[in-house]
């Protein structure tokens, strides 16, 4: 079956230490997207990648990289310059075409600074 | 002002009562509109796409006014499972291809 793995679903990071989180798809999608939620808040879009090996900025990208090395693969790494890092965090992907376009989820990661 | 506003709520409304959300969006570029549904501690699931002639699934039906630049939704016969948060989402069809998401309208459902 197609879809979007991230893993892993539950993450704990010292203080001070950068952090990888996976995204993975298998629906042959151009856009991929990393977002942030934080309690009772809506969804902030960190970084999105229209084509391989290319990216942008979204709206809250300091303290966070991203490569795009392969269309499947779009991972997340938050790092220690990223100040509140505790958060749920969601990967999506979806086509870059007209037609019916859906937006596809990974499960999320909960990632705890301790 | 933000790209896509959306009451927070919640909306706190007996079963059977029906409710309605709406969500505004600032770029006229926005081509694609979603409501997504979340439940807490969960990814957002596709509830339906909004389609410019409007578009009805069982109790739910969903609207685009173009001009005004707003989506609503619209949910009726509520039921106790129907209690979620509920995303709209734009996405902009230019060449940034980003999807946006609103911070959500909390809808709460009561017996």
């Known amino acids: 079956d197609g879809g979007i793995t991230q893993s892993p679903k539950y993450l704990f990071r010292k203080e001070g230490q950068n952090v990888t989180l996976s995204c993975e798809q298998n629906?042959?999608?151009?856009?991929m997207y990393w977002y942030r939620q934080d309690p009772g808040q809506g969804l902030r879009l960190i970084y999105y990648?229209?084509?391989?090996?290319?990216?942008q900025k979204g709206d809250i990208a300091e303290g966070y990289s991203v490569s795009r090395e392969k269309k499947e693969s779009f991972p997340l790494t938050v790092t220690s310059a990223q100040k509140n890092p505790t958060a749920f965090y969601l990967c999506?992907?979806?086509?870059?075409?007209?037609?019916?376009?859906?937006?596809?989820f990974g499960e999320g990661s909960w990632l705890t600074v301790v | 002002r933000k790209e896509v506003e959306q009451d927070p709520g919640p909306f706190n409304v007996p079963e059977g009562a029906t409710v309605a959300f709406n969500c505004t969006y600032s770029?006229?570029?926005?081509?694609?509109f979603f409501w997504y549904r979340q439940d807490c501690r969960k990814e957002p699931k596709l509830l339906m796409s909004?389609?410019?002639s409007g578009n009805e699934d069982g109790r739910f039906t969903a609207q685009l006014n173009r001009a005004s630049q707003y989506i609503s939704l619209l949910i009726r016969d509520s039921k106790l499972s129907d209690s979620a948060t509920y995303l709209c989402?734009?996405?902009?069809?230019?060449?940034?291809?980003?999807?946006?998401f609103g911070s959500g309208t909390r809808l709460l459902v009561r017996p």
């Open positions: 990648s229209q084509i391989v090996n290319d990216f």
């Open positions: 770029n006229s570029a926005s081509q694609s």
């Open positions: 999506a992907s979806c086509t870059r075409d007209t037609s019916g376009n859906t937006i596809y």
């Open positions: 909004v389609y410019s």
């Open positions: 989402v734009v996405n902009l069809m230019d060449s940034s291809y980003k999807l946006i």
């Open positions: 629906l042959n999608h151009d856009a």
